[in-house]
């Protein structure tokens, strides 16, 4: 079953304590994505790949980091944790080429940083 | 920097009525999508409309788009209960076409 696969899906931590939220795809998709959703501020694009050893910026990209050494994974790292990352988290993957445009989304991990 | 704007934020209807969501965008856009999302679950993509299309149909929804206007509409029509959902906008933001900049979402409750 195509799919994405997000974990852990709830995440408990506190303020300074590393966390990696892991991403995966089986589609063999180049690009990767994860973003970041609040209430009120809907979905915000943190970090993208468009392929092994490709990162960029999204729109809010500071404290996270990203790595993307295989194909299928896309982790996103926190280096040190602020309460104000306390968020719901999606990582989306998609192909680059032939018209496929649509993204397909992990289920999501909740974040809480106390 | 958002990109949709979908109206209304929220929305209740009964079952069979038909629903229907706006979407406003600001740049010119290759195509536009809208996604989706049970609560607190992730997005599932609905349907795409590219910006030479005017109408699009797909089941129960159909999604127009007009680029002079910059704006678009999602109906679904016969609602049912299954439809209590968010639905969000999503428009392609940068020339490779990757980045979706989504809207805040409509969030739509149908009752039986």
């Known amino acids: 079953e195509a799919q994405v696969t997000q974990n852990p899906r709830y995440l408990i931590t506190v303020t300074g304590k590393k966390l990696t939220v892991t991403c995966s795809q089986n589609m063999n998709h180049e690009y990767m994505s994860w973003y970041r959703q609040d209430p009120g501020l809907g979905l915000r694009q943190i970090y993208y790949?468009?392929?092994?050893?490709?990162?960029d910026k999204g729109d809010v990209p500071e404290g996270y980091k990203v790595s993307r050494k295989e194909k299928r994974n896309f982790p996103l790292i926190l280096e040190s944790p602020s309460p104000n990352q306390t968020s719901l988290y999606f990582c989306?993957?998609?192909?680059?080429?032939?018209?496929?445009?649509?993204?397909?989304f992990g289920p999501g991990t909740r974040l809480l940083v106390l | 920097s958002q990109q949709g704007e979908e109206d209304p934020q929220a929305l209740s209807i009964q079952e069979g009525e038909n629903a229907t969501m706006n979407c406003s965008y600001k740049?010119?856009?290759?195509?536009l999508q809208w996604y989706r999302q049970n609560s607190g679950r992730g997005l599932v993509h609905l349907i795409l409309?590219?910006?030479?299309?005017r109408e699009k149909h797909s089941g129960r929804l159909r999604v127009t788009l007009d680029t002079s206007k910059k704006s678009s509409s999602l109906l679904i029509t016969a609602s049912r209960a299954a439809d209590t959902a968010s639905y969000f906008c999503a428009t392609v933001r940068n020339q490779a076409g990757t980045a979706l900049i989504f809207g805040k979402g409509t969030t739509l409750s149908v009752s039986s």
């Open positions: 409309i590219r910006s030479n299309e």
């Open positions: 790949s468009m392929n092994v050893e490709v990162t």
């Open positions: 740049t010119s856009i290759n195509n």
């Open positions: 989306a993957s998609r192909h680059l080429a032939g018209g496929q445009e649509t993204q397909y």
